[in-house]
């Protein structure tokens, strides 16, 4: 199978002749001509080094190819693509399996003495279930300070960089209820004057704990109590082991017991 670019084989005959010196110094002897196939002049060519060039790629292109070669060659090829696909897939998958998930929860304070709590997971899933044991921890458990909880869903530590975040009446931002938290921040007056606002660029490792982590770099001025029926709302900015930023945003209303997610309150995360 020849491509339709390639030149026809030469097919031109020449004779040429032949000899060899005889011994003895009598001279020389012709002994006969042969029939053989014209060749280029190589002299000519080696002076054009794109003649040169063009000679070797057309001897690779126009040569006997057989459909085997064709076959084999794009095989090869083809398993290069599937490898190349499979080791990205693994690479993010593997990330994504990996990585550190951020969720951020309502204020926690310091566990109340004489008050039998413990943590909800131990309660969980170390002791025989009961009619009547409450599980999960309500905020009267706790006493100041009151710090923002953070989540880590994931299997490695997340590195905090940036923490934003707000306090807001609920009357006030009930109107602003259905904008995303980014929107809110980067125009802050959407909400009145009142709102309460923080910002904290302390770098910090949060390691796996779906618990709940209370974040230092976050505390509020008063006690829980005097924000009830407000929103907590704001963004984290946060990288994984990978060198990965990504974002998790909250709003939450403090009711008197717990902190109620507003619709599409985790939605913005990545």
Known sequence: MRPSFCKPPNNEWAAQSYQYSSPADYGTEWRGQIIARKTIDAASHNDNPYEKYKDNTLEILCGEIKLT??????????????????MRNVDETTKRTERAYIVCGGPFGRVKKNTG????????????QRPGLRTFHKANDFTEPWRMALHNFGRTPAFISEVIWGLSPKADFEFWSKTKVEEIIQDCRLLPDNTEWGES???????????????????????????????????????DIFGEAHSSYFKLLLTKEHSDPFPGCHSEND
Do not use: C, N
């Open 69 to 86: 070669d064709v076959a084999l060659a794009l095989f090869t090829y083809y398993l290069v693509v599937v490898g190349w696909f499979t």
């Open 201 to 239: 660029r302390a770098d910090e490792a949060i390691p796996p704990d779906i618990a709940g982590i209370p974040y230092r770099h976050v505390e509020f001025e008063k006690d829980r109590s005097a924000y009830i029926d407000w929103v907590f709302f704001g963004r984290v900015i946060y990288r």
């Open 117 to 128: 709590f413990r943590r909800v997971f131990d309660r969980m899933f170390q002791e025989p």
